[in-house]
């Protein structure tokens, strides 16, 4: 009912869920008390607006929360879900197959993404960049721009620019002490505001900003030019 789809021997560095591989059963829950979950995810899924006929790009799916809402919400769209960390696919792939849907999970990293032969209406990506080196930042985002047919959409959830003193206290305080300092603080500085500011070629700010324990989540969308 899902199909999963390895590559033969990823050797690229990535951060686990919770920042720790031992971590990672306990994911859904902390993501669920710690984030604002349904505030968050329902936000992003209104803005997504996944759509019957759909191509749609799930990247660093993790668990596969979101791409089984998207599921959910458009039956008739095709969802894949891309991550480079086998267990959480697995995870994944267990929950498709619970609740009776057909999700195709592909293992890969966020620059993979225009590299899988399927051009996509909409990518999107829900609390992945902060955990990633800025390198992987830009490539990951350049590429989800870059699978996008023309017109197409993309769209972050994820820890952006912490504006306030409470936020970015909060921040430090959680996601930083897990997924440490390196990755995480350009982030809080802005770092995805400028990424898509290239690639837009205008400043972006985002569509909405949501306060939560772990620091301040931003929602962004980006949409390809309809021609080049």
């Known amino acids: 009912m899902s199909r999963t789809e390895r590559p033969a021997s990823p050797d690229v560095r990535f951060t686990p869920a919770l920042g720790r591989a031992g971590l ?47 599921k959910c919400r458009a039956p008739g769209a095709r ?21 009776g849907v057909e999700i195709e999970w592909r293992q890969g990293f966020a620059s ?14 829900s609390l992945v960049f902060h ?8 490539s ?26 409470l936020m970015r206290s909060l921040f430090r305080l959680t996601v930083q002490r897990l997924d440490g300092l390196a990755d995480t603080q350009p982030n809080a500085d802005g770092a995805i505001e400028a990424i898509l500011a290239d690639l837009a070629r205008a400043p972006v700010v985002p569509r909405r900003v949501i306060s939560t324990p772990t620091g301040a989540i931003s929602l962004f969308h980006f949409k390809a030019p309809k021609s080049i």
Not at 82 to 91: E, I, S, T
Not at 148 to 163: M, V
Request: net charge neutral.
């Open 24 to 70: 990672t059963g306990a994911y859904d829950f902390a993501i669920k008390l710690l984030t604002r979950e349904r505030l968050w995810r329902t936000a992003l899924l209104e803005q997504l607006a996944p759509r019957n006929g759909e191509t749609i790009l799930d990247v660093g799916c993790g668990t596969g929360s979101f791409a089984l809402l998207m």
């Open 79 to 99: 969802i894949i879900g891309l991550d480079p960390d086998p267990d959480v696919l697995h995870r994944a792939e267990a929950k498709a197959r619970k609740a």
């Open 112 to 125: 993979d993404a225009a590299t899988l032969g399927v051009r996509f209406d909409k990518t999107v990506s």
């Open 131 to 138: 955990q990633v080196s800025i390198v992987g930042k830009r």
């Open 140 to 165: 990951g985002i350049a590429a989800m721009a870059e699978a996008l047919k023309p017109g197409g959409e993309l769209h972050i959830a994820d820890y952006a620019a912490q504006t306030s003193p």
